[in-house]
């Protein structure tokens, strides 16, 4: 994987969760979540171009046996129109059971879902980042 920031997105419909990764691709942490609608676009090309972004990771909300369903039909639609507020690569990928890993993560240290709605859409942009991040590492080894 070449260097470089890379941007994770957790498509919601009330916020985006967003992480990005350091330059050399080793770790991925949270960025805060935006609100998800127009404005989301612009906020994400202003990340990208903050970060020097090379790429943007996009979360795919599959079912659990793999096939698509309205979630991904959303974030599907949300990529297309930021594709036209950036030049970077996006990428999808499988993001089923994310925001679970994320929730455990926050609950181990002491915080709630009450608490924490919105760190858990970053939270779990940084899981699907750091999958990324991992695997790449690993097959580079």
Same mark, same amino acid.
């Given at each position: 994987?070449?260097?470089?920031?890379?941007?994770?997105?957790?498509?919601?419909?009330?916020?985006?969760?967003?992480?990005? =990764?350091?330059?050399?691709? #080793?770790?991925?942490?949270?960025?805060?979540?935006?609100?998800?609608?127009?404005?989301?676009?612009?906020?994400?090309?202003?990340?990208?171009?903050?970060?020097?972004?090379?790429?943007? #990771?996009?979360?795919?909300?599959?079912?659990?046996?793999?096939?698509?369903?309205? =979630?991904?039909?959303?974030?599907?639609?949300?990529?297309?129109?930021? =594709?036209?507020?950036?030049?970077?690569?996006?990428?999808?990928?499988?993001?089923?059971?994310?925001?679970?890993?994320?929730?455990?993560?926050?609950?181990? $240290?002491?915080?709630? #879902?009450?608490?924490?709605?919105?760190?858990?859409?970053?939270?779990?942009?940084?899981?699907?980042?750091?999958?990324?991040?991992? $695997?790449?590492?690993?097959? =580079?080894?």
């Amino acid at each position: 994987m070449p260097k470089g920031v890379r941007l994770a997105c957790d498509v919601g419909t009330v916020r985006i969760g967003v992480a990005r =990764s350091d330059f050399h691709g #080793i770790l991925a942490v949270p960025l805060d979540a935006v609100a998800a609608g127009e404005q989301s676009f612009s906020t994400i090309a202003l990340l990208v171009e903050e970060y020097e972004a090379v790429e943007v #990771i996009v979360g795919l909300p599959l079912n659990m046996d793999g096939t698509e369903g309205a =979630s991904a039909d959303m974030a599907r639609d949300w990529v297309n129109t930021l =594709s036209d507020h950036i030049t970077i690569p996006i990428q999808f990928i499988d993001e089923r059971l994310t925001t679970v890993q994320a929730q455990r993560g926050l609950h181990a $240290a002491g915080r709630n #879902i009450k608490n924490s709605r919105s760190a858990i859409d970053s939270a779990s942009a940084v899981v699907l980042l750091q999958s990324v991040l991992d $695997a790449a590492s690993s097959k =580079s080894q």
